[in-house]
């Protein structure tokens, strides 16, 4: 089988995306970030030569040693480069949450389709042995018909001091609630009732704490 040749723009949680890729058996062909000091750090560490680093991830659209592309950029850009990499003829996998409005997933699901290539979006949780599990129990009807499903997702934003994530159209229930909603749609299907989403923010520090019976705060 032909070794799948992979670039990675952005290197922070991209970092991840170089040891999965790597784990793969699949060769990063580049990594790109616009902060050299993220590229210098990432490029050292995995052993990447200078040839394969950039700044600007427009240098990699026509390259034709590049198979696919890892977008781990802010979510604000996912859909600038997502559509770039694809009307380039490359696969993309881009990172959660797919883009921040209808407009922007439904431009990237048409760059998709015009492109011939495929489109991911990173859910990792359906990769998670305890969420794989859940999905083999429905499908193999040891669950029997489903008729309720509810999830929920904790983050503590509070500690979040990227302005990216700070943006309003970032809302909880989108940035990291995606991750909620998506197992409940792989695990259920598509609802035939109604859906309720719901998203409470903590007023202070520590306002989401309860108390435990042992006494400990939880
Ligand atoms: N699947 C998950 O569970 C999961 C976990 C963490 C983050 N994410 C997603 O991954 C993406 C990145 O998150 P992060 O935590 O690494 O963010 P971050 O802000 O820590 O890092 C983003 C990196 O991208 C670089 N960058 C920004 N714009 C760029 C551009 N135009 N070209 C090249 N590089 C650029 C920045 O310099 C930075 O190094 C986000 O979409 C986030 O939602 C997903």
Not at 9 to 38: K, R, T, V, Y
Not at 70 to 92: M, N, T, Y
Not at 100 to 110: G, H, K, N, P, S
Not at 129 to 156: C, I, M, Q, R, W
């Amino acid at each position: 089988m032909k070794q799948l040749k992979v670039a990675v723009i952005g290197l922070q949680f991209g970092m991840a995306h170089i040891e999965g890729a790597m784990g793969c058996g699949a060769e990063i062909a580049a990594i790109c970030d616009s902060n050299e000091e993220h590229l210098r750090f990432a490029g050292e560490r995995y052993g990447i030569p200078a040839e394969k680093r950039f700044t600007d991830y427009r240098e990699l659209l026509h390259r034709d040693d590049i198979d696919a592309a890892v977008i781990a950029v802010p979510d604000q850009q996912h859909r600038e480069l997502s559509c770039a990499f694809l009307k380039a003829g490359k696969h993309v996998l881009c990172e959660k949450p797919m883009a921040l409005t209808r407009e922007d997933t439904e431009a990237m699901i048409r760059a998709a389709d015009e492109s011939g290539c495929q489109m991911m979006v990173g859910q990792i949780c359906r990769f998670t042995p305890a969420f794989e599990k859940a999905k083999a129990l429905v499908e193999n009807g040891t669950l029997g018909d489903l008729y309720f499903l509810e999830s929920e997702y904790a983050h503590d934003y509070m500690k979040i001091v990227d302005n990216w994530r700070a943006d309003p159209l970032r809302h909880g229930v989108i940035g990291g609630g995606c991750h909620a909603v998506d197992l409940l749609r792989w695990l259920g299907g598509r609802p035939a009732g109604g859906v309720r989403l719901r998203h409470q923010a903590a007023a202070a520090p520590g306002a989401l704490r309860r108390r435990h019976r042992s006494g400990a705060e939880v």
